[in-house]
């Protein structure tokens, strides 16, 4: 059986003989108190008492913009992995792994996610949803590609118009670029 209750820093939430100090509490002279406020769980099953973060910081929402990873190209969407959030240095909580769907990418029609997004690009984009899962979209001119490297060969591209060049395969790719690209410090 396992009760909730809201607690805040310093509530005793439980005795040591009963419940260990888990997630979110510590135990002194034999007592459990909480130590975040948050969500009580008595946890009877291992017989620790947990409080669980109401509002865990720095969790992405709605308009935040963030920097990603891509990690996966298909049909209609791409993964990205998103690594950090505008302006906070402190490292995220919550679900990183997010979507950008095919139409979400570019401000132009476009029905082929490669020819904007490439696995390992270095990405900024704009929350546009969190539920069920992390959503994104770079079509902003602010937003898209910010770095990238050849597939080939692993050379940082460079731009050349509105793609990418590398010197050294002498190849062009199409990307969906930021206004910014190759002049982000990450
Ligand atoms: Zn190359």
Do not use: W
């Not at 108190?33 to 008492?49: F, N």
């Not at 490297?149 to 670029?177: A, H, I, M, P």
């Amino acid at each position: 059986m396992t009760s909730i209750d809201l607690v805040f820093p310093g509530d005793e939430v439980a005795v040591e003989e009963e419940y260990l100090a888990a997630e979110g509490t510590f135990a002194e002279n034999g007592v459990v108190y909480a130590s975040q406020v948050g969500v009580l769980e008595l946890d009877d099953k291992d017989c620790v008492a947990r409080v669980v973060s109401h509002n865990p910081p720095n969790v992405l929402k709605e308009g935040d913009i963030v920097y990603a990873v891509v990690a996966d190209i298909r049909n209609t969407m791409a993964t990205a992995d998103v690594v950090a959030k505008e302006g906070v240095d402190r490292s995220l909580g919550g679900e990183t792994y997010a979507t950008i769907h095919v139409s979400k990418i570019s401000p132009k029609y476009t029905d082929d996610v490669s020819k904007e997004l490439r696995k390992g690009d270095y990405i900024r984009a704009i929350v546009t949803g969190t539920k069920p899962s992390l959503q994104l979209a770079t079509k902003d001119d602010h937003l898209g590609v910010i770095r990238s490297q050849c597939g080939t060969c692993k050379t940082e591209l460079v731009r050349k118009g509105n793609g990418l060049y590398c010197k050294k395969c002498d190849r062009s790719f199409s990307r969906k670029l930021a206004d910014d690209y190759g002049n982000v410090i990450l």
